[in-house]
């Protein structure tokens, strides 16, 4: 069935970027857009932004639109994402999902946890 | 930006109970509402999507309703596992949001 494996926990300074990857497997790559939702120690849900199935269209939320960078390489059935300028505040486990045309997020990968510490 | 509100919070509950959680959006989303259970240290799981179409797997004491602004997350009777946290997310327009929340816990 479809799974997405992320890539491991990182530990960040202030100022620095972070870059994480997400892995699919047992469906078809090409056709799905993956999207990214994190979570900070204790609290809710937070969309990121999503890269389509071609790779070729972002969407980022308005927040994020400045800090972060999305890619994906389909030979290698995996996304990527890209947060510059890390404050304490990105603390937080970031998540990828798969997603389709009027259909939410599943399955989602086990996530990643970055800290950022001084 | 979709404004999504959850209530209540938190929700103390017994084993048994019939159970329900509130979602209100902004402005309308039609019907494009999604429900997600998600344990301590693990992934959301989506449950129900287009406000009350059962996702493949997920058990049937699970419901969902509601179109426009005002829908409703429905647990027939709560089982031992069903202690988790409840999330919905309106998929209805750029940027995609959660409300904030439900803590189903043990009375």
């Known amino acids: 069935q479809a799974q997405l494996e992320q890539s491991g926990a990182e530990v960040k300074k202030p100022g620095a970027s972070v870059k994480i990857s997400c892995k699919a497997s047992g469906y078809t790559f090409s056709i799905y857009y993956i999207h990214w939702v994190r979570q900070a120690p204790g609290q809710g849900l937070e969309w990121l932004g999503m890269?389509?199935?071609?790779?070729?269209?972002?969407t980022y939320a308005p927040n994020f639109q400045v800090r972060l960078n999305m890619t994906r390489d389909t030979s290698l059935s995996t996304v990527s994402l890209e947060m510059n300028s890390l404050t304490f505040e990105d603390t937080a486990v970031y998540y990828c999902?798969?997603?389709?045309?009027?259909?939410?997020?599943?399955?989602w990968g086990q996530g990643t946890l970055v800290t950022v510490s001084s | 930006d979709i404004q999504m509100t959850q209530s209540p919070s938190t929700l103390p509950a017994s084993v048994g109970d019939r159970v329900t959680i509130t979602c209100r959006a902004s402005?309308?989303?039609?019907?494009?509402l999604a429900w997600y259970q998600q344990k301590p240290g693990k992934a959301p799981n989506l449950l129900i999507y287009k406000a009350s179409n059962l996702q493949s797997g997920v058990p049937s004491r699970f419901s969902g309703s509601g179109s426009g602004t005002e829908f409703t997350l429905t647990i027939s009777s709560l089982q031992p596992d069903d202690f988790a946290s409840y999330y919905c997310q309106q998929y209805n327009s750029y940027p995609w949001t959660f409300g904030q929340g439900t803590k189903v816990e043990i009375k």
């Open positions: 999902a798969r997603g389709r045309t009027y259909f939410p997020l599943d399955p």
């Open positions: 402005q309308s989303i039609s019907n494009w």
């Open positions: 890269v389509d199935p071609g790779g070729v269209s972002t």
